[in-house]
């Protein structure tokens, strides 16, 4: 007996037809919460290493919840940064030569321009506009001061973004997987292994390790 199109929808009840289809179960499972060592990274995703096991993680955390610490040399700081320092006076220029500074991201805490510390001094945040020689000109809140620093400044960065992110970081992720490899990460804090030089002086240290290797 040939069925047709009709009659196999009046069947379908008796056949199961009718039944919703239920996907299996997934368990959700959180992420492990463990320190791990970056080993690539290409937006939105991170390639970390935990214990023998490695993760692809995809990064879907707001701003407020990426962390990224680092210090860095002096010749690392380009215009477009945001700077913080105290000690300054009213101007937001500073007399002696800078000890320490921060590159930061603006948040709900951090604003920008020249605020009074209470003791005399007052608190800088501000752009960093231009670098001639030894002099930092950083715009404040549309307030032009003139920075320099000491040869041996501590710089710390403290920033939002993970652009500056390198293989051999350290890692914590909180997040959430399906499937053991593979996982969302919601918040991420990521600490430097080594400090941040410039990229010209990185260059030209790689060209003098081959040279070296090569005897010549």
């Known amino acids: 007996m040939r069925v047709t199109g009709v009659a196999l929808l009046l069947l379908a009840p008796a056949i199961g037809l009718s039944e919703p289809f239920r996907a299996p179960p997934f368990k959700k499972r959180q992420f492990p919460n463990a320190k791990a060592s970056l080993l690539g990274i290409e937006a939105p995703f991170l390639q970390l ?25 002096k010749d690392w700081l380009r215009p477009g940064m945001l700077l913080r320092y105290t000690g300054a006076d009213e101007k937001g220029n500073h007399k002696e030569p800078l000890t320490e500074l921060t590159v930061f991201s603006l948040r709900p805490e951090y604003g920008l321009g020249i605020m009074d510390d209470g003791d005399g001094t007052f608190f800088v945040a501000g752009v960093l506009r231009s670098v001639k020689k030894d002099r930092f000109f950083v715009n404040a809140g549309g307030r032009k001061t003139r920075i320099q620093l000491a040869e041996d400044v501590t710089i710390y960065v403290d920033v939002n973004t993970l652009e500056f992110a390198q293989p051999g970081d350290q890692v914590e992720v909180n997040g959430w997987y399906f499937q053991e490899g593979k996982a969302v990460g919601n918040k991420i804090s990521v600490t430097a292994s080594e400090r941040l030089e410039a990229q010209g002086k990185k260059r030209k240290k790689s060209r003098r390790r081959r040279k070296d290797s090569s005897g010549k």
């Not at 290493?49 to 040399?73: D, F, L, R």
């Open 49 to 73: 290493e935990i214990g023998q096991t490695q993760w692809i993680v995809k990064v879907e955390a707001e701003p407020e919840n990426i962390s990224y610490t680092a210090t860095a040399s």
